[in-house]
């Protein structure tokens, strides 16, 4: 039987309304707005598409937002300085600063000069290590959507094995620090490989869940896959005809997994919605 769908799309529709909800709830209660401001360095056409969705989203759930467009030789010191005075703007509760950035600036010293309290990409060395001690402020979008996408889909994980391919900053680690925490819709065994792990295909196969994020297209294929597991595919790739298609062999791997998440559709319209829940919770943290 063909893997049910874990359909990202629907569900990121769902959560948004919720996020709506919320959003004018406050808005009647201080009198303002929750407020994104998005960064955009440069000419990457990628970058573009993804923070003109991020603003369509946060338009449609009330909350502010404004782009700050800089050109491709914007230089670190320039872009530190509009930083600054986002952190000092009282109408801005999160920042989001697009990556990749050009070579001429260091992206850690970018991702450390937001304030914490509106890093609601979750980046930041303060939010990641309130992640990793359990008293998570902002988790990053990718991880948080998969983590959603999973429990709102009623797939157990207390107990489970998760296995994670891919050790990022933005997705794997983070990941796997959710699915441990000792809380509900967590409570999993997690094993995170990667390109340099020894048979890589024994360990995906000993999972309940697998979560794809190695940035290959087409990767896990349907021998390494247990009969019955969860899939979720991370990664997007276009292939040399123009389509769009994830980490996993979505053709194969669903006919063996019980589950699966597409490409497009699945975990991206995820990560847009678990951006706008952190903006929300920023502007709750910053307004008395």
């Not at 629907?10 to 998005?38: C, N, V």
């Not at 872009?79 to 992206?107: F, T, Y």
């Not at 983070?174 to 925490?181: D, R, Y």
Request: proline share 6%; glycine share 10%.
């Amino acid at each position: 039987m063909p893997a049910a769908l874990l359909d990202g799309k629907k569900l990121a529709q769902t959560i948004q309304g919720e996020i709506a909800s919320a959003a004018a709830a406050f808005e009647q209660k201080h009198g303002l707005r929750p407020g994104l401001a998005a960064v955009l360095v440069g000419n990457n056409p990628a970058s573009h598409i993804y923070v003109r969705n991020k603003r369509k989203a946060c338009a449609q759930t009330g909350i502010d937002s404004w782009l700050h467009e800089l050109p491709e030789e914007t230089s670190q010191v320039q872009l530190l300085d509009l930083i600054a005075s986002l952190n000092a703007d009282a109408k801005v509760h999160g920042i989001l600063v697009q990556l990749p950035l050009p070579r001429q600036i260091d992206e850690a010293t970018i991702i450390r000069a937001v304030t914490p309290i509106k890093d609601v990409d979750g980046f930041g060395p303060e939010n990641l290590g309130l992640l990793v001690t359990g008293q998570p402020r902002y988790v990053p979008g990718t991880p948080a959507g998969v983590h959603q996408l999973l429990i709102r889909n009623g797939v157990a994980l207390a107990g489970a094995h998760v296995v994670i391919v891919g050790r990022s900053n933005i997705v794997g680690k983070p990941l796997a620090l959710i699915l441990m925490q000792k809380a509900a819709g967590a409570n999993a065994t997690v094993t995170v490989c990667h390109s340099r792990s020894n048979n890589l295909a024994a360990l995906t196969r000993q999972a309940d869940v697998v979560v794809v994020a190695i940035g290959q297209a087409e990767f896990l294929k349907a021998d390494m896959v247990r009969p019955g597991a969860v899939v979720v595919d991370v990664g997007i790739n276009r292939l040399k005809d123009g389509k769009l298609v994830g980490d996993v062999d979505f053709a194969g791997v669903s006919q063996v997994a019980s589950a699966i998440s597409p490409v497009p559709g699945g975990v991206g319209p995820m990560t847009i919605t678990m951006l706008l829940q952190n903006t929300l919770a920023a502007a709750t943290l910053q307004t008395k």
